[in-house]
């Protein structure tokens, strides 16, 4: 059963960078595409990233200027990093493994982000 | 800009059939699948339709999607209607740059 968890920082001054780490287990993470998504406070949700590897990797365009995701396979984690955050940024941030034709079929818990002034 | 567009809520009664729309901006829907998701309060999404039509294992047969090109809008529809079916439910889709979602339909089972 393929489990994803988040962790970070739930509190990130505006300016700064958002880092948060989604830990992956029951699948190997060199084998499939992961995701960030994150949802806005009574908002919708919108799709930040995802990557293969490190190798291959397609950011939303509204954000790709701002994003950088990264794995690290020995851990079995990929991140998420996120510069000069603002108000804007703040959101329950998911991690999620990417399937065929861009579904998501496994989604972490989710985490609370907050960007303070 | 692509985008998706649902109604913001809709109800009906236990029991009953309710479908949910999402329609895209342009183009047209039917060229990139169209996945559903289910979130209830407090908790993640999870899938309940995936490529147009097809339901990940563990999800009742009550739930179907399907896509209509003449409307250029996709459809999920939950028959036998549960109170365990209240949730807000999401569309995405893709074009060749974004991955997108609808803005979400409440569903109330009263």
Known sequence: QVQLQESGPGLVKASETLSLTCTVSGAPIDSFFWSWIRQSPGKGLEWIGYMFNSVSTSYNPSLKSRVTMAVETSKSQFSLRVSSVTAADTAVYYCARRLGANWFDTWGRGTQVTVSS | ?110
Request: charged share 15%; with cysteine; hydrophobic share 25%.
């Open chain 2, 1 to 110: 800009n692509f985008m998706l567009n649902q109604p913001h809520s809709v109800s009906e009664s236990p029991g009953k059939t309710v479908t949910i729309s999402c329609t895209g901006s342009s183009g047209r829907i039917a060229s990139n699948y169209v996945q559903w998701y289910q979130q209830r309060p407090g908790s993640a999404p999870t899938t309940v339709i995936y490529e147009d039509n097809q339901r990940p294992s563990g999800v009742p047969d009550r739930f179907s999607g399907s896509i209509d090109s003449s409307s250029n809008s996709a459809s999920l529809t939950i028959s036998g209607l549960k109170t365990e079916d209240e949730a807000d439910y999401y569309c995405q889709s893709y074009d060749s740059t974004n991955v997108i979602f609808g803005g979400g339909t409440r569903l109330t089972v009263l």
